[in-house]
Nanobody, 117 residues
């Protein structure tokens, strides 16, 4: 069982920045072999992918955040990050860390991001 703990959410004005962090339990070997991602879920909406990073550090973003969000990982610390710039009110959501390895998938409890206009 992998535990994921997100941090770094909060209230920010439109145009501001936040950096989310996700700490993963388990061995470095297991973490480095896990694909990691950030999802978000806004009130009344489905959970959506906002960034992903593979085991070889390839990244992917939807158009809605491309150029504003950056995902990164530090395998030596079992950490994954989401740097968010130029935040917009529509970025308001609970952000979840996700890990996938083999046939298993794990989720954190989420961290809330609120962007005021």
């Amino acid at each position: 069982q992998v535990q994921l703990v997100e941090s770094g959410g909060g209230l920010v004005q439109a145009g501001g920045s936040l950096r989310l962090s996700c700490a993963a339990s388990g061995t470095r070997t297991d973490f480095s072999s896990s694909a990691m991602a950030w999802y978000r879920q806004a009130p009344g909406k489905q959970r959506e992918l906002v960034a992903s990073i593979t085991t070889d550090f390839s990244t992917n973003y939807p158009d809605s955040v491309n150029g504003r969000f950056t995902i990164s990982r530090t395998n030596a610390k079992n950490m994954v990050y989401l740097q968010m710039y130029d935040l917009k009110p529509e970025d308001t959501a609970v952000y979840y860390c996700n890990a996938r390895r083999n046939s298993f998938e794990y989720w954190g409890q989420g961290t809330r991001v609120t962007v005021s206009s």
